[in-house]
């Protein structure tokens, strides 16, 4: 299974701060199914102590997640910001960092974040994906974009 | 030269470390230094310094600055920006006696 579908992507979210964006992407992963009634304010709280934004090069990106108890199926939910917004920069306290690009992410088992963070990494440290994310106005586009740069996972 | 012990201490879901750890062996290997990673947890670290005696500490997220052990942040190995200067920056602290 691919880790994004088209219902879990916003192409043009317009929020005013990272809340905003943790609720909005929180609240598509809830009403389908794929985490608890427990996730978004576990993601909000854990954002405020390891914060997820990330200085990646031309187009920059947050990684907002929670522990695998408030997660029932894994998926990542992707949003597109029409404004950058500012979110707390990973590692440094006092920085912070206009993200153009959500990836929500919603894993179940750790070891399967593992490699999926690797993965992203890949795809962060390549701004021609990004810029593609960014520019493609179909939902169904960004997803298929998106889900052939990373491996199916196998749920237990 | 003596083995050099690297810890990577992140956030709650070990992942960012795991990701910036295996990065850090490839580039040991690469320059040819003798490494043994491990990874904790931030809220561990002050345990995990006595119990593995680290030479550096590469933070992924805010850790205390008095740990008596060089610290770097490794959020470039996540973030791509900055990565060949933290590279070099750490070859050059591991190849230190």
């Known amino acids: ?156 | 030269m003596v083995k050099k012990r690297v810890l990577v201490a992140c956030g709650t879901s070990i992942a960012t470390a795991t990701v910036a750890a295996s990065a850090v062996a490839d580039m040991a290997k690469s320059a040819g230094i003798d490494v043994e990673v491990a990874q904790c947890k931030a809220a561990e670290i002050h345990g995990k310094i006595q119990t593995f005696s680290p030479h550096v500490i590469i933070a992924m997220t805010p850790v205390p600055s008095d740990l008596g052990v060089p610290v770097f942040n490794g959020v470039p190995f996540l973030s791509g920006i900055g990565l060949d200067q933290l590279k070099s920056d750490l070859v050059e602290a591991l190849k230190k006696d």
């Not at chain 1, 031309?58 to 695998?68: G, K, L, M, S, T």
């Not at chain 1, 404004?83 to 690009?101: A, D, L, Q």
């Open chain 1, 1 to 156: 299974m691919g880790w994004t579908q088209p219902s879990l992507i916003e192409t043009s979210l317009e929020a005013t701060d990272s809340t905003q964006v943790i609720e909005a992407l929180g609240t598509l992963l809830f009403d389908q199914g794929y985490v608890r009634d427990t996730f978004v304010q576990a993601v909000l709280d854990r954002e405020k102590v390891f914060a997820t934004g990330l200085p990646t090069p031309e187009i920059q990106v947050a990684i907002p997640h929670a522990d695998v108890e408030h997660v029932l199926r894994s998926a990542i939910a992707i949003g597109v910001l029409v404004h950058p917004v500012e979110f707390g920069e990973m590692g440094n306290p006092e920085g912070t960092v206009p993200v153009r690009i959500v990836f929500m992410l919603a894993v179940k088992q750790s070891d399967s974040l593992v490699s999926l963070l690797q993965n992203l990494v890949g795809i962060f440290q390549n701004p021609a994906i990004l810029h593609e994310i960014l520019e493609t106005p179909e939902r169904e586009v960004i997803a298929v974009l998106f889900n052939e740069k990373l491996p199916d996972y196998q749920e237990a």
